[in-house]
């Protein structure tokens, strides 16, 4: 760790997110001297390319505009690279390390063989057209596009990239590769090559994980009140299925403030946080316009205000603080999974699992998502589509196997089980013997 802060110093997120896999694995990897010989962490840590690259559009009045975009090839050892782009005006280089690291673990555990990268740009989509969106993809992809391919790099969706983004990525790359690769983007629309349930694959997929925990605790969702924050594609599919599995959404949350729906939030509000994506305002508030009466707006408040059974942060990394923690712990939380990249700090973390609140990392429990990613690409190059009951079976499958292998890597001696710990030695041991197998390169 001192070698990397002196190394890349300032670059908070990403250092972040390699101390803790190191802290879980240090046991287990000194246990395998044949890793240190071939310095296999000194190798895993960083990335094996980063591009950088200037985005230059115009905007609706005429005026040139220019962002910066990147693409970070973390790990190829077990597949194709494989992450999501994310359009923020926070981005950078750090950011998309981290995620790139994280992804590299998730893909792991996955069982697929896919490999781990992140991109995206600081251009930031709030407050733009339809149009002006368009013509940032289209800059975006023309520099992008030889980078990718369907056996070579696979992007797919992240925040403030969703079904739009990726048709308008899409139909750029196709216009330059001259070639129609269905299996180049993930996240696609259904009727050009995308996967049934892609959409919701990482909501779905995070309550499925998160039943799975809770079932090996002595417990179950059914009845239990659940707070959300955000309100993406990834928030609304959480929302949705835990609708499905009988649980109470009491609360979601955006920059603006919580919108808290003391009955539990409803099919049709579900629906609703579609059209708030959609619109760019980026203000959860707009669900209390919608329907009043029925949620509450409470400006600067997070869902973690909010009394529950469970959290589940589904925005931005480092969302949910200590003091969130002791605040959730105060209103009676007993659970926490993580939906968002490392979306707890260390100190919420440290926080939970030293108060008995059971919490699972986002590298397990979003998993579902890049899981279905790398199931659409399955049926793009099969040049076939699964019906929803097949995508899901499949979803199902994947999600147990990761909870097993969190449960095999992670159980404590009094039965309990650290899954933090569990899914870092998972993945890391999968990417790190394949990394062995293939020599010095």
Known sequence: MAMLQAKHPGESEYLQAVQEVLESIEEIYNQHPEFEKAKIVERMVEPDRIFTFRVTWVDDRGEVQSNLGYRVQFNSAIGPYKGGLRFHRAVTPSMLKFLGFEQTFKN????????GAKGGSDFDPVGKSDAEIMRFCQAFML???????????????????????????????????????????????ATWGGSILRPEATGFGALYFTQHLLHKAGKDIKDKKVVISGFGNVAWGAVKKAM????????????DGVCVVPDGMTAEMNDYMLDMRASNRNMVEDMAVK???????????????????????????????????????????????????????????????????????????????????????????????????????????????????????????????????????????????????????
């Open 291 to 441: 329907f009043p009466g029925k949620a509450q707006f409470i400006a600067g408040k997070k869902a973690w205000s909010v009394p529950c059974d469970i959290a589940l942060p589904c925005a931005f990394q480092n969302e949910l603080s200590e003091d969130d923690a002791k605040e959730l712990k105060a209103n009676g939380c007993w659970c926490c999974c993580e939906v968002s990249n490392m979306g707890c700090q260390p100190g919420a973390i440290h926080f939970f699992q030293n108060n008995g609140i059971l919490f699972a990392p986002g590298k397990a429990v979003n998993a579902g998502g890049v899981a279905t990613s790398g199931l659409e690409m399955t049926q793009n190059a099969a040049h076939l589509s699964w019906t929803a009951q097949e995508v899901d079976d499949r979803l199902h499958q994947i999600m147990q196997s990761i909870h097993e292998q969190c449960v095999k890597f992670g159980t404590r001696a009094d039965g309990s089980v650290d899954y933090v710990k569990g899914a870092n030695i998972a993945g890391f041991m999968k990417v790190a013997t394949a990394m062995l197998e293939q020599g010095i390169i």
């Open 244 to 255: 499905q599995l009988g649980a109470k959404v009491v609360a979601i949350s955006g920059p």
């Open 108 to 115: 792991a555990l996955t069982t697929l063989p896919m490999g």
């Open 143 to 189: 520099e992008l596009w030889r980078c990718i391919g369907p056996d070579q790099d696979i992007p797919a969706g992240d925040v403030g990239v969703g079904g739009r983004e990726i048709g308008f990525l899409n139909g750029m790359y196709q216009k330059l590769a001259r070639e129609y690769h269905t299996g180049v983007l993930t996240g696609k629309g």
